[in-house]
């Protein structure tokens, strides 16, 4: 169980990054024709569908801003719960006693 927790904090972790670099590239306005921004884009628009246009702002940085800003958020709150839970059912499962046997 250990190890599906950290594996799930793992992806949380890898899932926010990429959502937070897209933020970056976004409002750096870095040159999405690069391969390697490209991909890094594309990845954080897929992870930030559910997302698109909860906020409406005007300003298209704004609005990306806002938006994955509050996937990352709720990537990192959720996956976070997630491996919490499992890390906590692991170790009440290590700690809990067998019943003596009559």
Known sequence: MYSLARLVRTATTVAVVLVVAGIVIHLLGANTS???????????KWL?????????????????????GLAAVVYAVVGGFIAGALARSAAAGRFRRRAPAV
């Open 34 to 44: 690069n391969g390697i921004v490209s991909a890094i884009n594309d990845a954080a």
């Open 48 to 68: 930030v569908q559910p997302f698109h246009n909860v906020f409406s702002i005007h300003g298209q940085k704004a609005k990306v801003a806002v938006n994955w």
